[in-house]
């Protein structure tokens, strides 16, 4: 079944530097999602990547996708402290959409 | 505000009592979904409704017991819990067909 691992699970930094987060999973997926998490509240959804596309920009944030590996990243450049929150990817398997969610990272940024 | 509400945003309850959770979308979505968010463990997927149909329950107990009466409402019934079912339950919506989910703001679950 699909499962999904993020690494690091914490990451702290300074204001104006670079997060990258990885995301590793199991099984076959048509696409991947990033979603971020303020402490104690729902999941926002940042950016979509499907299985057929290799790096997907956003503003600040790049994904990657590496289908051969079964692992994506996170970036976020320039980073502020509005940053800070916990960060998912999730895996959309083929046929109806259902998600299954990586152990997610804790992104600290100080100012 | 996402576009997907959800209430009461906190609920404490004892192991004998019956509660309900409720979700409301009005984003056109089709597919509405419960995760539920322990520490330290991933969001564990545990009902899903396609056109107010069922389509997955992941081996969720029965003291749990969803209800989906159309395709904007989304219950989730509890009775006799334990204290180990503390959590964030999460409501999100979506599309049904690849896109991102919308989530609500959660209900934190306290069982005493």
């Known amino acids: 079944s699909q499962q999904g691992e993020e690494d690091p699970q914490a990451l702290s930094i300074q204001e104006g530097e670079n997060a990258t987060m990885n995301c590793s999973y199991k099984t076959s997926i048509n696409n991947l999602q990033w979603y971020r998490q303020n402490s104690g509240r729902g999941l926002v959804h940042l950016i979509l990547?499907?299985?057929?596309?290799r790096e997907k920009h956003s503003g600040r944030l790049r994904v990657t996708l590496d289908t051969s590996k079964k692992s994506s990243s996170l970036l976020i450049t320039a980073s502020r402290a509005a940053d800070t929150a916990s960060y998912f990817c999730a895996m959309g398997d083929t046929g109806f959409q259902k998600l299954v969610f990586g152990t997610g990272t804790r992104l600290l940024v100080s100012p | 505000e996402t576009g997907v509400t959800q209430t009461p945003r906190h609920l404490v309850m004892g192991m004998t009592n019956k509660k309900s959770l409720k979700c409301e979308q009005h984003l056109g979505h089709n597919a509405m979904y419960w995760y539920k968010q322990s520490a330290k463990k991933p969001l564990e997927l545990m009902f899903v409704?396609?056109?107010?149909?069922?389509?997955e329950n992941n081996s969720v107990p029965s003291r749990f017991s969803p209800e989906c009466p159309n395709s904007s409402h989304l219950f989730l019934h509890l009775h006799t819990l334990q204290p180990e079912d503390s959590a964030l339950y999460l409501c999100?919506?979506?599309?049904?067909?690849?896109?991102?989910?919308?989530f609500g703001s959660g209900t934190r679950l306290t069982v005493v």
């Open positions: 999100a919506s979506s599309l049904g067909t690849g896109g991102g989910y919308t």
């Open positions: 409704y396609s056109l107010e149909e069922r389509v």
């Open positions: 990547i499907r299985s057929n596309e």
